[in-house]
C-alpha cells in the first residue's frame, strides 16, 4: 500500500506524506518539506539595526508579532539597550494577542473540521453555526486587541528597538479589557466544544523531550531562560547547543536535536514545562480535558492551544488592570546609540520557542543573522512521531491512515513556510 | 465543446442597452469582441484563446439583468440568453482602474529599459485610467503641525502610494512605506520637497525606500539627483 499526501491542507506552507507499507508491514514513512527557502537571514545583512524587525516580521504573516519581539530582543541584547517596565508589559500584552489569535485560528479553522468529521471550516458554518460564530468572535477581539497594542492586527509598527513606539491610551485599555472580559464566557462556549468531540483525537504516545522557555515568576512567554524536560535550565545565549540543527535529504527545511533523536516545542511543550503558572482558567480546562503534565500525546498539542487561549486571555486582562493600577506614563521614546554587539532573543511564539541571534558592527549594522523557527525545531518530532504512530494504523483503510497522518502533522499547527528560510543556495556558475 | 445539437442554435444576450446575437458556446467576451465593443484585456491572449483565468480583472462587466448580479470577468463569463451586462458603467470603470492600480504599484516602470516601451498594454492602461499613484499623505489626517516629519520622524508617507486610507499614520505611528516607493516622477518631486523642507538626508530616505521597494531606490535616486538632493 502506498499513501502520498501532496501538499497537505490547513496547514501554513507546503509539505508531503509518504508512506509505503506491503502485507501489513510499514516500509517506510516520511515527513517531506517542499517549500522554497526564504533566504530572509541572507537579506537582512547589511540593514541599520532599526529595520530589522520591521523586516523579520514577514517572516510570518502569523507569527509577525512574536518574530518582531525576538528581533527587538535580540537587537537590544547586542546594543545593551534596556527597556521600561510598561514598555515590557506592553509587549507582554502584544505576545498574547498573538498567542490568542494563532490558537483560535489553528483550533477553529483548521482543526475543528478534524473534531467533527468535516472537510473543512465551511460545512460547519451550516452545522454549528454557533460555535463557528464563537470562534470567529474571539479571533475577531484578539486581532482588535493586536491592532490597539501593535498598531496593526499583523506586522507591529507599535514595537520598536528600546520599547513602544506608542502607548495605547487609558480608554483605548478599558475598552478592549471589557471586550476581553466579555470572551471569557464565549471562550467557555467554544472549549465545552472542543471537549466535547475530543475523543476524536488518537490515544498515541511517545517519550518526548520537551524543549520551552522557562521562568520562575511566570508562564514564560516573553522572557525566560531554555528550559528541557530532559536536561533542565540553559542560557538564552547557548542556545545553539540545544538546537544543534542539521540537514536532512527529504527537506528544505533544517532538522533540530537535542537529547535525543528529536524534541518538541510549542504549546504541549509550555504545558509540560510550566503548566504549574498558569491562570486559574487554563488550569481548569487542562484538567477537563485531562491534561495532566508530562503528556506525551502530540495530538495533545491542541488541546494544550485551548488551554493557552484561556491563560492568555484570563493574564491579558490581569496585565491590562496592572498597568491601569500603576498609571500609563507617557515616555519618550529612548535615544538609541549604535554600536558593535552580538544578542540574542528568544521568545515562545504559538508554535514554540523561535530565536534571533545578530551580529552589529560598530555602525549598527546588521553582520550576520541567524533564526530558528519552532516549526524547524518540530520537523524531526514529526517524522519521529510518524514512525511511531504508522505502523498502529495499517489495518485501516488507506484514506483513515493519511487522515490520522495528517492530523498529526496538523497538531503540531506547522508554520512550514517560516521553517525553510535557512537554507543555504549555493549556485553553481 | 457544446453537444451537437445545441449547436447553431442562436441566443440574444444585451451589451450595454444594445443586443446581439451569439452562439451558446460564446463568453461575453467573445460577443463583445465580434461586435466591436472594446474590453480591455491583459491576461487573456487570442492564441491561447482556450485558456482563460479571468486574473487579470480587467476584463471586468456588470451583471444587469439575467445572471447573477455584479462584477465578472467577462473572458470566463458565459452567454445566456436574456443576459445584459454593461461595459462603461462607473463600478466597472472603477474596478478595472484598482484592478490597473495594483498591478503598477508592483511595478518598478522603469519605461527605458523595458522592450516593451511605447507599446506597453499597462503604460497604456495607466493613461487610460489615469494613474500616477498619489502619496500616503494625501490621505493623511496629520495636518502642518502634527505631521510627523514635523516632530523629526522620518515618514515614508510623501514617496509611497497610497490606497491604505494612511492606516498608520492616521493613528500616530510612521508610515512604514509597505504599499511601495511611487515611481512617477512629478508626485515624487512633491513628496521630496516635504522631506527638504523638513531638513531629512537623501541618504536616510534612500535607506528607508529600501524596505519595501528596493527594485525603485534607483528611480527614487535618479529624481533626487534631479532635485540637486544628492
Ligand atoms: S509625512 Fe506622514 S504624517 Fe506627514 S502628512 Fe504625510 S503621511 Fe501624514
Ligand atoms: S506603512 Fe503601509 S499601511 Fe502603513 S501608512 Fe504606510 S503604506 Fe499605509
Partial sequence: ?429 | MMPAKTMGVKIKMTIDGKEYECEPNQTVLDVAGANGIPIPTLCFNPLFASHRSGSCRMCLVEVVAGGRPGLQPSCTLPVSSGLSVSTVSKQVYRARRLAVEFLVSEHTQKCRDCPASGGCTLAKFCRDYDINGVPVCSECPNQRESCLLKRGVLCMGPITYANCNAYCTRKGYRCEGCHSTLVNEDVLRFGLAAYRDAGFRAEDILEGAEVFAHDKVSILEAVMKREGML
Fill in chain 1, 1 to 429: 500500500m502506498k499513501v502520498h499526501v501532496e501538499h497537505l491542507t490547513r496547514v501554513e506552507g507546503h509539505g508531503d506524506i509518504v508512506l509505503n507499507a506491503g502485507s501489513g508491514k510499514l516500509e517506510s514513512v516520511q515527513w517531506r518539506v517542499t517549500e522554497a527557502p526564504r533566504l530572509f537571514e541572507s537579506f537582512v545583512v547589511g540593514r541599520p539595526y532599526h529595520q530589522l524587525a520591521q523586516i523579520t516580521s514577514r517572516i510570518c504573516g502569523i507569527c509577525s508579532i512574536g518574530h518582531t519581539l525576538a528581533s527587538l530582543k535580540a537587537t537590544e541584547a547586542a546594543l545593551g539597550v534596556e527597556i521600561s517596565t510598561q514598555s515590557a508589559m506592553l509587549r507582554r500584552l502584544a505576545l498574547h494577542a498573538e498567542n490568542l489569535q494563532s490558537h483560535i485560528l489553528h483550533i477553529g479553522y483548521l482543526v475543528a473540521p478534524d473534531l467533527f468529521g468535516a472537510g473543512s471550516v465551511f460545512p460547519l458554518i451550516e452545522t454549528h453555526p454557533a460555535a463557528v460564530h464563537n470562534i470567529v468572535k474571539l479571533h475577531r477581539i484578539s486581532n482588535e486587541m493586536s491592532d490597539l497594542v501593535c498598531g496593526r492586527t499583523t506586522h507591529p509598527t507599535n514595537l520598536v528597538v528600546g520599547g513602544v513606539w506608542k502607548v495605547p491610551s487609558e480608554k483605548s485599555l478599558i475598552e478592549i479589557r471589557q471586550k476581553l472580559v466579555d470572551c471569557v464566557d464565549t471562550f467557555n462556549d467554544v472549549a465545552r466544544v472542543v471537549l466535547a468531540n475530543a475523543e476524536r483525537l488518537p490515544a498515541f504516545s511517545r517519550e518526548t523531550e520537551y524543549v520551552a522557555l522557562g521562568s520562575e515568576i511566570e508562564y514564560a512567554l516573553y522572557d525566560g531562560a531554555i528550559a528541557s524536560t530532559d536536561t533542565g535550565r540553559h542560557p538564552v545565549d547557548d542556545y545553539r547547543s540545544v538546537v544543534n540543527e542539521f540537514v536532512v535529504p527529504q527537506s528544505t527545511a533544517k532538522y533540530c536535536r537535542h537529547a535525543r533523536d528529536s524534541y518538541m516545542v510549542g504549546a504541549l511543550a509550555r504545558f509540560n514545562l510550566n503548566h504549574d503558572k498558569l491562570t486559574p482558567l487554563a488550569k481548569q480546562w487542562a484538567r477537563k480535558f485531562g491534561l495532566y503534565p508530562v503528556n506525551c500525546n502530540p495530538f495533545m498539542n491542541n488541546v494544550a492551544q485551548v488551554v493557552e487561549f484561556g491563560h492568555s486571555l484570563e493574564d491579558s486582562i490581569a496585565l491590562i488592570n496592572k498597568m491601569l493600577n500603576r498609571g500609563l506614563k507617557d515616555e519618550a521614546r529612548q535615544k538609541i546609540t549604535p554600536k558593535a554587539g552580538h544578542g540574542v532573543g528568544a521568545i515562545e511564539v504559538p508554535r514554540g520557542i523561535l530565536f534571533h541571534d545578530y551580529t552589529y558592527n560598530d555602525k549598527g549594522v546588521c553582520a550576520k543573522a541567524n533564526c530558528v523557527i519552532p516549526t524547524n525545531q518540530n520537523h524531526g518530532n514529526i517524522q519521529k512521531d510518524m514512525e511511531a504512530f504508522a505502523p498502529t494504523l495499517l489495518d485501516r483503510p488507506g484514506r483513515e491512515i493519511e487522515l490520522n497522518l495528517e492530523m498529526l502533522v496538523r497538531a503540531y499547527d506547522p508554520c512550514i513556510s517560516c521553517s525553510t528560510h535557512c537554507m543555504k543556495v549555493r549556485f553553481k556558475l
